[in-house]
């Protein structure tokens, strides 16, 4: 047993040194190390390298969580069956595992060693576009708000609807640099995620009728309503091949320095 872990913690180090070696060889990476985890918490129990190994329904509906462990420190939520990403038809389907609802769930690891979540509106859930993300396996970073896009936030959620996608103005910005002009958002009027399933929504939203879904980015953020409950917004975009100086990935939405 001693020797298959360490040979799994060989290839968990094989993965990451392809992932820094480029794109092209690199997009595999990730599902790599969600198997080696697996195959570790299998053999005994424990989650390394990852921080937490969850198939009590079973591989087809499990998750694990992790820390990338080169560029930037993201949190992240990896399903434990291959998912290529945001276009997977399957995850718009009735009774397919919450998986934005997991991902919030493990919001505690954001705070360390004290394993207590921070402020609901200190989160955010992010998904990117195929264009901007580096992996072929679906992943939701889980990460802080900076400030600027937190009291932003505070502003738009009472003006969005429970019931419908609304296109947003120009004046959403995130930090100095981000500017979408192609955003829509809508409000969640609920403490928990329980339910709600935000890539059927998207893919529900009227902004999605011309679009390809690999395009589409995905970002779920925490807010204190008016009314002292929780809820959340949740934003949606898509990537525009045609304006690259426009380009951003809905992870920078987060600030992932947050857990140091």
Known sequence: MARTVVLSCVAVAFAFAAAAAGPEISRGALWEVVRTCVANHALTGAAFPCLEVNVSGGDERGYVIMRAPLGRPDLILAPTRKIVGVE???LRNLGVPNYFED??????????????PLPRNDVALAVNSRISRSQDQLHIHIGCLPRDVKRALETLAPELPEDRWVRIGRSMTVGNTLHSPGLWGRRVDQETLAGVNPFRLAAEGSFDETESRSRLMIVVAGVELANGRGGFVLLASYDDPSHPNEQFSAEDFLDPWCPL
């Open 88 to 90: 997977d038809p399957s």
């Open 103 to 116: 991902a919030w769930n493990a919001r505690a690891f954001l705070s360390g060693g004290r394993r207590t």
